[in-house]
């Protein structure tokens, strides 16, 4: 998986959206942007994927650039519930499973 | 919504012990996956399996083995357990999607302690 960038921590108000940015420059042509979270002692959830759109599902938004070379991940309405790590990773789209591998993420903490 | 269903959230064994770890997921996926995390060390991939009866060996398969007879269920087997696999196990699964473009699912995890 190629190299991602993301803060290591951020705050946010409840209520307001969060807008949390990944730099993946050295993305290729073929890899797909993820964005996954981990609350406190539970599993990895998935959020959301992309590939040169922007995706908008149930719980997120995700704005690529036009580039690729960065992205942002919004939560439109921040609850004490979105407080969590969230990973940003880049992947490749050919066929076959592999295995996921996470960096440090960013330390997403939303305050009342 | 998917499911993974991991057996145990919390499992205390000793050392030298078999320990089994059973997950299960409700969305009739080809693919699942183990792994364990550790602070510091992040997510290291342990086994997955594409296939009933069908394996392969992740980043760290010492000490582990895994057993899928059927579809929806994947187990680990920790064959003699030892005080350095104490850790917090993941088990996901996903699609088979084209390109491979599928995002995994994870259960909650076992937090797994051997004494």
């Known amino acids: 998986d190629a190299k991602t960038t993301q803060p290591t921590s951020m705050d946010c108000a409840e209520g307001r959206a969060a807008n949390l940015p990944c730099n993946h420059s050295?993305?290729?042509?073929?890899?797909?942007v993820y964005w996954y979270r981990q609350i406190h002692s539970q599993g990895p959830q998935y959020i959301i994927h992309?590939?040169?759109n922007n995706e908008t599902n149930e719980m997120a938004s995700l704005i690529i650039t036009e580039d690729r070379k960065s992205s942002t991940l919004i939560l439109p309405h921040a609850t004490l519930r979105d407080t969590a790590v969230y990973y940003c990773?880049?992947?490749?789209?050919?066929?076959?499973?592999?295995?996921?591998?996470f960096g440090k993420g960013t330390h997403l903490i939303i305050q009342p | 919504d998917v499911k993974v269903t991991q057996s145990s959230r919390y499992l205390v064994k000793r050392t030298g012990e078999k320990v089994f770890l059973e997950c299960v997921q409700d969305m009739d996926h080809e693919n699942m996956f183990w792994y364990r995390q550790d602070p510091g060390l992040g997510l290291r991939l342990i086994y997955f399996s594409y296939d009933v009866k069908m394996k392969e060996k992740g980043d760290i398969p010492e000490g582990y083995s895994v057993s899928r007879e059927k579809k929806e269920r994947f187990s680990l087997i920790l064959e003699s357990a030892s005080t350095n696999q104490t850790s917090m196990y993941l088990c996901?699964?996903?699609?088979w999607g084209e390109g491979g473009n599928q995002p995994q699912h994870f259960g909650d995890g076992t937090r797994l302690s051997i004494l």
């Open positions: 990773i880049v992947r490749y789209s050919g066929g076959g499973a592999d295995g996921l591998t």
């Open positions: 996901a699964s996903s699609p």
């Open positions: 050295t993305i290729s042509g073929n890899e797909y």
């Open positions: 992309g590939l040169k």
